[in-house]
C-alpha cells in the first residue's frame, strides 16, 4: 500500500494525510487509571504500545514514512522548532522565586484552568495515545511521566527520549506530572491569554506541561527539562545541567557544556569511553545521571564519516523529523534544508552501541566549556579557577559565523546562561554557585576548550583542528595537563598550558599564533568589552568572586 510523500492538507499547522486507519489497542494500560479522571472522553485511547505498532499506527493514518533505515520520518508542520516567546509558567505561590523576564514569562493560574478545559474538551471524542515514562536515570530522583498526544508518533517521540518503563511498572503506574500535547488545538490570545494560537505552558502546582498549536516534538522534551530545571535545584539540591556526558573505563566522568556547534556532540562521543547523556544531565551528592532514555539530534549534512554513532542510530525505531529524500528513493537526503535547517532525529539511547548501562556516573573529574571563538582570541585550551569558571558559565558563550544565519556576514558573539538560558526557571547565579560549591567540593578540574579559529578571526585565521582539540581534551582527561608550565592570559585571566602532548606549542598561546600582536591584542579587548557588557545584566545578582573573574580591558603598549 502505497503512502503519499506529500501532506494531503495542513490543518491547525499540523500535516495532515489522506488515508486514515485505527489500530486496535494493544498496549499495555493500567487497569486502575483511565482518562476520565481528567476528563477526557476521547472516542479511542491506546495506552503504551510498542514502538512498532506506534509507526504502523502512524503510516496508516497517513501521518509518515518509513526511510530505507527503517526510520519513521514525519513533518511536524508549520513549527520545525520551539517557541521560546510562547513559552509560559504558571505564576502562583509555589513559583514565587521563578526568574521572570524575557525567558519565563507568567501565566495567570485561573486563565490556565480555563484553557486546560478547553483542552480537555478538545480530545472529546479523537483517538489519543498516551505513552508513560520517567525522567532522571538515578532512581532517588525519578519522575513518571504520562503523555496524552493526539498523534501516534508523538507518543513515539516520548518513548524514545524517556525512560521506558518494564511491563510490570506499567501495570501499577502512577504519573507524578502529566503531558497534554494537542497540537491541532489553537488558542485564542485575546482570551485565553497567549500570545499566539500556539503555546507551551508548565503548571507546578498542577503538575502538568499543557502544549497546543505545535506540532514540534521538542516543546515535550524541554518541558520536562525544564520542569527538572526548576525542582531539583529548589527541592533536591542537585544542580541540573544542559550538556553531554561520558565516562572512561576506570570511572572517571566528564562533562561537556558547549552551544551548537562548538562540537558537543563530537567530542563527548569517544569509542573509548561509554556515553551517559548527550543533552540533560543532573549532578547530585552521588554524581552525575542523566535525565533522559534517548537522544534528539540534529541531522543537517549527516554523514556517517562526521557523526558514527548518530548515523548508526537511525534505523528501525528512530524518528526523523522534516527532512527530504533523495530524488525517487526512500534515502534521507540529510543536506536538504527546503523544510528547516533545523532537522532532527529522537532515537534510545540503545541505539548508541556504548551507551553507559544505567546512564549514570560518579563525580565529574572534567568539566569541558566548549566555544568556537570565531573572533580567533580565546586559547584552545585553558584552566579555570571556581570563579572564572561560574562567570564563563553564567556567560555562555560562543560565536556565530557567516553561513550559519541569513544575514551574518561577520562573526556575532553569542551568549546564553549556563549554556541553556531557555530552560532555566531560576536566575542563573543560582545554577552558576551551585556548580562552584560543587567544583570545590570535590576538587574538579574545568577547562575552557576554544574549537574555533587561532592564528586570526574567521576569514583570517583557520579553525583549529579536531585532532588538536581531542589531543587536548584527552591530556585534561588522563591528568598529563595538571603537572605542566601556565601562563595567564593578560585580558581574559586565564591559565594556558605552554605545552600539551600531541598539540605543536605555537597554537597554545593565541596571541603567538597571530602574525599581527597588536592585531590580536585589539581583537582580545573587544571580545571582553562584549563579555562586560552581555554580563551587566547578571552583575547585581552575581557575588564578588564571580565578578573578579571577568575579563578587563588592558591598555597595552
Known amino acids: 500500500m502505497g503512502l503519499p510523500l506529500q501532506p494531503y492538507f495542513l490543518h491547525n499547522n499540523c500535516i495532515i494525510f489522506e488515508k486514515k486507519f485505527h ?61 521560546p516567546k510562547n513559552r509560559f509558567i504558571v505564576k502562583d505561590a509555589y513559583t514565587n522565586d521563578v526568574a521572570w523576564g524575557d525567558v519565563n514569562f507568567p501565566f495567570d493560574a485561573d486563565t490556565f484552568d480555563k484553557l486546560y478545559d478547553k483542552v480537555i474538551a478538545y480530545f472529546e471524542d479523537k483517538d489519543v495515545w498516551v505513552q508513560e515514562g520517567m525522567a532522571c536515570a538515578n532512581p532517588k530522583y525519578e519522575l513518571k511521566i504520562r503523555a496524552i498526544t493526539e498523534f501516534p508518533w508523538m507518543a ?107 562540537g558537543k556532540t563530537t567530542l563527548s562521543a569517544d569509542p573509548n569511553r561509554e556515553l551517559i547523556g548527550d543533552d540533560e544531565h543532573g549532578w547530585s551528592e552521588e554524581g552525575v545521571f ?33 527532512i527530504g529524500f533523495l530524488k525517487g528513493t526512500r534515502a534521507v537526503d540529510f543536506a536538504d534544508t527546503s523544510i528547516t535547517q533545523n532537522t532532527r532525529v529522537s532515537y534510545p539511547i540503545y541505539h548508541i552501541h556504548n551507551a553507559a ?29 571556581p570563579g572564572q569558571a561560574m562567570y564563563h558559565f553564567i556567560s555562555g558563550y560562543t560565536a556565530k559565523v557567516a553561513g550559519t544565519e541569513v544575514g551574518i556576514v561577520d562573526p556575532v558573539a553569542t551568549f546564553s546562561s549556563c549554556f541553556g538560558e531557555p530552560f532555566l526557571p531560576h536566575h542563573p547565579t543560582v545554577y552558576a554557585e551551585m556548580l562552584g560549591d560543587k567544583i570545590r567540593k570535590f576538587g574538579v578540574n574545568v577547562w575552557l576548550v576554544n574549537t574555533g579559529w587561532v592564528g586570526g578571526g574567521f576569514g583570517v585565521g583557520h579553525r583549529i583542528s579536531l585532532k588538536y582539540t581531542r589531543a587536548m581534551i584527552t591530556a585534561a582527561m588522563q591528568g598529563e595537563l595538571n603537572n605542566v608550565e601556565y601562563v595567564k592570559h593578560q585580558v581574559f585571566g586565564l591559565e594556558m598550558p605552554v605545552a600539551c602532548p600531541n ?50 580591558v588592558v591598555e597595552f603598549h
Open 23 to 83: 489500530m486496535k489497542n494493544v498496549g499495555v494500560k493500567n487497569p486502575s487509571a483511565n482518562l476520565s479522571y481528567l476528563g477526557i472522553n476521547a472516542r479511542n485511547v491506546y495506552w503504551n504500545l510498542a514502538q512498532e505498532e506506534l509507526f504502523e499506527s502512524t503510516i496508516a493514518n497517513g501521518q509518515g514514512v518509513l526511510a530505507d533505515s527503517g526510520a519513521l520520518v514525519v513533518n511536524t508542520g508549520k513549527f520545525t522548532g520551539r517557541d
Open 156 to 262: 513515539g517521540f516520548v518513548h524514545n527520549m524517556f525512560m521506558r518503563p518494564t511491563h510490570e511498572q506499567l501495570i501499577t503506574f502512577s504519573p507524578e506530572w502529566t503531558i497534554l500535547n494537542a497540537p491541532g488545538f489553537q488558542a485564542d490570545p485575546e482570551v485565553d491569554g497567549t500570545k499566539a494560537p500556539n503555546f507551551a505552558i508548565l503548571n507546578f502546582t498542577r503538575k502538568v506541561v499543557l502544549i497546543g498549536g505545535t506540532g514540534y516534538t521538542g516543546e515535550i522534551k524541554k518541558g520536562i527539562f525544564s520542569a527538572l530545571n526548576y525542582l531539583l535545584p529548589k527541592e533536591e539540591d542537585v544542580l541540573t545541567m544542559h550538556c553531554s556526558s561520558n565516562i572512561g573505563k576506570d570511572g572517571d566522568t566528564a562533562v561537556f557544556f558547549g552551544l551548537s556547534g562548538t
Open 357 to 385: 548501562k544505567p546512564s549514570m556516573g560518579g563525580i565529574p573529574k572534567n568539566i569541558f566549556f566548549l566555544t568556537a571563538d570565531a573572533f580567533g582570541v580565546l586559547p584552545p585550551i585553558s584552566k579555570l579557577t
Open 503 to 552: 598539540v605543536p606549542s605555537e597554537l597554545l598561546n593565541p596571541r603567538k599564533s597571530w602574525e599581527d600582536a597588536s592585531a590580536y591584542d585589539t581583537k582580545a579587548n573587544y571580545l571582553a568589552s562584549i563579555f562586560i557588557k552581555n554580563f551587566s545584566k547578571f552583575a547585581d545578582k552575581a557575588n564578588d568572586e564571580i565578578m573578579n573573574a571577568a575579563p578587563k
Open 290 to 322: 542523566n535525565f533522559e532514555g534517548g537522544c534528539y539530534a540534529k541531522v543537517i549534512d549527516l554523514s556517517a564519516e562526521k557523526e558514527p554513532d548518530i548515523w548508526a542510530a537511525i534505523k528501525h525505531g528512530a524518528i526523523l523529523e522534516n
